[in-house]
């Protein structure tokens, strides 16, 4: 083969050899590109299905015992919880605003941790409970004193809608006269699959049962009203079924107007509220032999006798 001849065979190996290695690069760089594209598509993937994530992530609804926090909740547990004697003493027995009173009932005596026990059932949706708790609060701190109270409101598609009130789910209560204990059965938040149409909360233990079977029913209350909250029983000897008064007096309101209002003797709340606490207290002095003296005033000792 000439000199010429293995010249072009050379030059012809070469520009072969070239061409490989410009299309070896050029898939190379798709490769890379590919690699790329697909990391980018991954990225974009998972930030895609955050921001879905965090679209689609609903928060928490605020449970039916933590409507007020902080300060606000301290102002109104310290105005509930302090309500002076003179205050309660002027109210009396509520000038009429008081519906329903303690009743006399028989039984063993209802004790625990040997101090007669107030015994409380109702429910978070109930507006009637909701109107209860405020003189219960009022009427149980001239005994002691709770901790962990919590606000909450009625139901707000049963009668007297969004009553403000209080919720007995964590609280606590400690005294030397007596011992308070709590039911709340159900929250306010609806639930089709349960029987009374609102989520369950607490459970009633078996002699809890028994009581309200014993008591909220004929002949203590008549036979349509047979199973009614609020249920509250004085260590056996008095009871009360339904609220007190009317829970319209609280309509509008908000938890620290009628904190305040409670320790003004001419407001409607007060006549309602304060007037309930009296009695309320007036049962609980017949438990504890009138003591202490504080509580188990002139004025609350006048109405003892009518109970």
Not at 274 to 303: E, R
Request: proline residues 5%.
């Amino acid at each position: 083969m000439g000199k010429a001849s293995r010249t072009k065979v050379e030059s012809s190996r070469r520009e072969k050899i070239a061409a490989q290695q410009a299309a070896a690069r050029r898939a190379e760089q798709r490769r890379w590109i590919l690699i790329a594209g697909g990391s980018v598509f991954v990225v974009i993937v998972i930030v895609v299905a955050f921001v879905a994530f965090s679209a689609n992530k609903k928060t928490p609804t605020a449970t039916s015992t933590s409507s007020l926090t902080g300060t606000a909740l301290a102002s109104v547990v310290s105005k509930a919880t302090s309500v002076p004697a003179s205050t309660l003493d002027s109210v009396g027995n509520g000038g009429g605003a008081v519906t329903n009173k303690p009743i006399t009932i028989s039984g063993s005596a209802l004790t625990s941790g040997g101090k007669p026990e107030m015994l409380y059932e109702g429910a978070e949706y109930c507006p009637y409970c909701a109107a209860e708790r405020w003189a219960m609060v009022v009427a149980l701190s001239r005994f002691g004193t709770f901790s962990g109270l919590a606000t909450t409101h009625s139901s707000s598609s049963d009668i007297f809608p969004n009553t403000p009130t209080w919720t007995f789910l964590n609280a606590k209560y400690t005294s030397q006269y007596l011992t308070f204990s709590s039911l709340e059965q159900y929250t306010n938040i609806k639930d089709a699959s349960s029987p009374s149409g609102y989520s369950p909360l607490q459970t009633p233990t078996a002699a809890q049962t028994a009581l309200l079977a014993k008591y909220d029913n004929a002949p203590y209350v008549s036979s349509s009203d047979a199973g009614a909250i609020p249920f509250i029983d004085f260590g056996n000897k008095y009871m009360i079924v339904g609220a007190s008064y009317n829970p319209q007096v609280l309509a509008g309101l908000s938890w620290s107007q009628v904190a305040t209002d409670l320790s003004s003797a001419s407001s409607p709340v007060a006549k309602a509220v304060d007037g309930t606490a009296n009695y309320l207290t007036a049962a609980i002095c017949k438990m504890t032999g009138n003591q202490p003296a504080s509580a188990c005033t002139s004025t609350v000792q006048s109405l003892e006798s009518g109970l």
